[in-house]
């Protein structure tokens, strides 16, 4: 609470400053996408304004007399797709763009017909199933802290854990290890700290919001060049250095201390710079919350145009994270005391460097893709949190190192486009394990040592059809992948994955839109690597495969305005080839949304199931100051039950999902954001208490076991929060400043927790060799107050 007061004190004694009214000019370039030649005498306006200009002979252009801000631009010429940019931040002399155009040889009357066109974007190869994230919306999403796994959580089809503080992203009905990550095309292991080793979930994200331009998320329909994904691709852009000027900003946020630089070396180099350190463990201790993670992160980004014929880009990520138990347990509730007796220690490094080399030739581009990740991941965990090498229950160290390579080849010809690649990859899987495990009545410890490299290969080609007047499109993908681990998984015809989109504009502003397509994604390193005590590689005898789903997707759309866009869809996945765990006879794929490791136990590829339902969503992008996106999702995910042969519900299985986001811009530059969450409950099992119970079986892993005799049996109640935001942005000469105050859960609303089971260390005094256990209901709901504050010159 002394927070918000001193917030809103600062924010009140800033409105006493003057602030000249500035103004500022907008320079920059339009060209051709393809052939990067300038385009002359082009329309350049500023979005959903009538204010604007026109390139001169050699493609420049400036807008003047513009108010510091948010702005969008919009560029036409005839026989070319009107293009408008991403948003971008306004508050000197110093801001640049390149407007790419592409040509469609459209006449001018088909210019005038079709009109002015908005912000949305669609692509014949995905023309549903994809959402275009812009700048405003990460930077000022309320309860999202400026992170954009959360921010994810706003759109349809899209789950997130209610509890945990956590990333997860589970779209679809499929969970947080069915996800591909991409930055610039860059492929990247995970974007969270703390990140679960064979998903990508954890609690707080990598990436800087200050450096992401838009982002592309796509719920389905994924393009051919972009594999190993069954739920959801995240492809982001980030900013580029400013060609003209040198800037600097930095964030004082609720959870990190951030600085920014970005700039120019010549006439031909830009560059990007973040680096942040949280203080997330003071939070963190003074929440009373059961761990206390502290992290370090650093990305940058740098730009080589050595002419209009060829440009790198050259990308870089890394972080350092640490997590320590809050063995302060006074005044902890019952539920963290159990997650601080549960939780191990976790110590995790990770980096990816990459680059993008693009040539630009006639109607072709040809593009090669080089890049290098690691991961490391650390968990130690004492019984009883007793530090004492005779205490050891698990001793995990694990590292995963990925070298990837992939080409491309687009070309144009009028109405068509074809593109081509490949794609290598070198990988090397380590694990050591120590860890004790209890099984069919006995415990043991079991060790064993994992060096696993593999080779990937594979190949994919688009052909896409886009009719003249843009009614019909039309795309055929194919792609398939192979691997030497077994010779289940070698042969690429094995792993086929077609793939067909189809949009229809039926009426004006009004389309039909299509896609079926087979997906194919390789087991986590995990399950790869995993070996018992004879040192064998278990999965491999298990003969594992690729999983495999086939989606199909049909949606209508409708844009009333340039800026709504109000869609329907419909969506059915079918599960094939799924890891199902041996020991517990249940789908690996409902885990994955904790702190521990995925996939280290023996499974075989015969789980089966299925995820099906609708999804609605009304949009408002930007005009008029405002943003406003209401989804609403039907979703059911199931999976065979290998001992009844019938349906059950996967984790996943939420049922109803409802989010209403909203942000709008006030005069004097205030800006409120409000985010409402309405989450179905999701399926949980109870605990085996007699297992559990057992001394040898407590003594084993220091934690309770499932009994997955009841697997999914319990549901949770509906889960509901409201975020709030306030901005307020002051706009000196070429200075920007602001602050934010951000309350997640607003409300106070509490939700509650699966029940829990935990030892108490007491013999029980009717059998020996038991201990007494307690039941534990745990609650959330705590009101979380944070601020912010921001400068940029």
């Not at 945990?164 to 995970?190: A, C, F, K, W």
């Not at 159990?338 to 191990?344: C, F, G, K, M």
């Not at 502003?509 to 399950?527: D, Q």
């Not at 929060?721 to 400043?737: I, S």
């Amino acid at each position: 609470m002394k927070q918000i007061v001193l917030s809103i004190l600062i924010l009140f004694i800033g409105c006493i400053f003057t602030q000249a009214e500035n103004h500022y000019s907008i320079k920059g370039v339009v060209i051709d996408k393809t052939t990067r030649s300038p385009i002359p005498y082009a329309n350049v306006i500023i979005w959903n304004s009538s204010k604007g200009t026109t390139t001169d002979s050699i493609g420049n252009f400036t807008i003047t007399n513009v108010l510091p801000g948010t702005y969008r631009l919009q560029a036409t010429y005839i026989g070319y797709a009107t293009n408008t940019t991403p948003e971008f931040l306004v508050i000197n002399n110093k801001s640049f763009e390149t407007i790419e155009l592409e040509e469609t040889g459209k006449t001018l009357k088909e210019v005038e017909i079709k009109g002015v066109a908005g912000p949305f974007r669609k692509s014949a190869e995905s023309p549903l199933s994809m959402r275009e994230i812009g700048f405003t919306e990460i930077e000022k999403s309320a309860g999202s802290n400026r992170d954009i796994s959360r921010v994810l959580e706003s759109f349809p089809g899209v789950a997130s854990s209610p509890v945990g503080y956590r990333n997860d992203l589970i779209v679809r009905g499929g969970g947080p290890s069915e996800n591909s990550y991409y930055i610039e095309g860059v492929e990247v292991p995970t974007i969270n700290h703390f990140a679960t080793q064979g998903a990508s979930g954890g609690p707080v994200g990598i990436l800087n919001a200050e450096l992401i331009s838009n982002a592309d998320f796509y719920s389905g329909a994924f393009p051919a060049n972009r594999g190993n994904a069954l739920s959801a691709i995240l492809n982001i852009k980030l900013k580029d250095g400013s060609p003209t000027s040198h800037n600097y900003s930095g964030v004082v946020g609720s959870s990190d201390l951030g600085f920014n630089t970005d700039g120019h070396i010549g006439k031909k180099i830009t560059y990007l710079f973040s680096a942040r350190q949280s203080y997330l463990q003071y939070l963190f201790k003074a929440l009373k919350l059961p761990f206390l993670p502290t992290y370090v992160d650093s990305q940058f980004k740098v730009n080589i145009k050595f002419n209009k014929h060829n440009q790198l880009t050259l990308l870089g990520l890394g972080a350092i994270d640490r997590m320590t138990l809050n063995t302060d347990t006074a005044g902890q509730t019952d539920g963290n005391k159990y997650i601080v007796a549960t939780l191990p220690i976790i110590s995790q490094n990770t980096y990816t460097v990459g680059g993008v080399y693009k040539h630009f030739v006639g109607n072709n581009v040809q593009t090669i893709v080089l890049s290098h990740d690691y991961f490391e991941n650390k968990n130690l965990k004492y019984q009883d949190n007793i530090t004492n090498p005779n205490n050891v229950v698990l001793n995990y160290d694990s590292y995963q190192a990925e070298t990837r390579f992939r080409f491309e080849n687009s070309s144009t010809l009028n109405a068509f486009r074809l593109d081509e690649g490949i794609h290598a990859e070198m990988d090397h899987y380590f694990n050591q394990t120590s860890q004790q495990v209890f099984s069919n009545g006995n415990a043991f410890l079991l060790n064993y040592l994992t060096q696993l490299s593999l080779i990937r290969w594979g190949i994919f080609a688009t052909g896409t059809y886009k009719s003249p007047d843009e009614r019909l499109t039309l795309a055929i993908g194919i792609r398939t992948d192979a691997n030497n681990y077994s010779s289940s998984v070698n042969q690429l015809l094995g792993q086929f994955s077609p793939r067909f989109s189809v949009s229809y504009r039926l009426l004006p502003k009004f389309y039909i839109n299509g896609n079926v397509g087979s997906y194919n994604e390789l087991p986590p390193y995990t399950v790869l690597g995993y070996k018992n005590n004879a040192n064998q590689l278990v999965n491999e005898q298990n003969d594992v495969k690729y999983l495999l789903c086939n989606q199909m997707v049909v949606g209508v759309e409708q844009h009333p305005t340039d800026y709504i866009r109000l869609s329907l869809e419909g969506f059915y996945k079918q599960y094939l080839n799924g890891l199902m765990s041996i020991a517990d006879s249940i789908p690996l794929a409902s885990e994955g949304a904790d702190y521990n490791v995925y996939g280290t136990q023996s499974v075989n590829s015969t789980a089966k199931g299925r995820a099906y339902g609708m999804e609605a969503l009304a949009r408002w992008f930007g005009f008029q100051h405002l943003n406003f996106i209401l989804a609403y999702t039907y979703v059911r995910s199931e999976y065979i039950s290998p001992k009844t042969g019938n349906y059950i519900p996967s984790s996943w299985d939420n049922r109803n999902l409802f989010t209403l986001t909203s942000n709008y811009q006030f005069p004097r530059n205030w800006a409120l954001g409000l985010k409402f969450r309405a989450i179905g409950g999701s399926p949980y099992t109870p605990y085996d208490y007699a297992k559990s119970s057992l001394k040898i079986a407590w003594n084993a892993q220091d934690r309770p076991y499932l009994n997955y005799a009841l697997y999914n049996t319990q549901r949770l109640a509906t889960f509901t929060e409201l975020d709030l935001r306030v901005d307020k942005t002051y706009f000196f000469k070429n200075l920007m400043f602001g602050f934010y105050i951000d309350i997640q859960n607003a409300l106070g609303t509490t939700y509650r927790e699966a029940p829990v089971l935990y030892s108490t260390g007491v013999t029980d005094p009717t059998d020996p060799s038991r201990y007494v256990m307690k039941s534990l209901q745990p609650t959330s709901g705590t009101i979380l107050p944070s601020i912010g504050i921001m400068v940029e010159f």
